[in-house]
Nanobody, 117 residues
């Protein structure tokens, strides 16, 4: 189970930090990341982290940073220099192996980020 938090309303140029905590019968997590879906648009992958490597969509590169705390099973998305076009519902995801050695893929519930101009 993934629990996302940290969304809200911020002015353009401001910052927000999203969090996504994983819980349950997790043996290991392979990859984690964030998607977002703006009104009328498709869901897009914006940041991912796996085995220490990170990848970003061009639209957020240099402004967003993904990092994780393995001890807390939590992944974060630090968002700086926010723009109105960053307004979207942000979803975290994770895939890995359960304690029963079964692969899993899971989504968080989504958290709304609104950037005002």
């Amino acid at each position: 189970q993934l629990q996302a938090s940290g969304g809200g309303l911020v002015q353009a140029g401001g910052s927000l930090r999203l969090s996504c905590a994983a819980s349950g019968s997790i043996f290991s997590i392979n990859a984690r990341g964030w998607y977002r879906q703006a009104p009328g648009k498709q869901r897009e992958l914006i940041a991912a982290i796996s085995s220490g490597s990170t990848n970003y969509a061009d639209s957020v590169k240099g402004r967003f940073t993904i990092f994780r705390d393995n001890a807390k099973n939590t992944v974060y998305l630090q968002m700086n220099s926010l723009k109105p076009e960053d307004t979207a519902v942000y979803y975290c995801f994770a895939d890995g192996i359960t304690t029963g050695r079964v692969p899993f893929g899971s989504w968080g519930q989504g958290t709304l980020v609104t950037v005002s101009s």
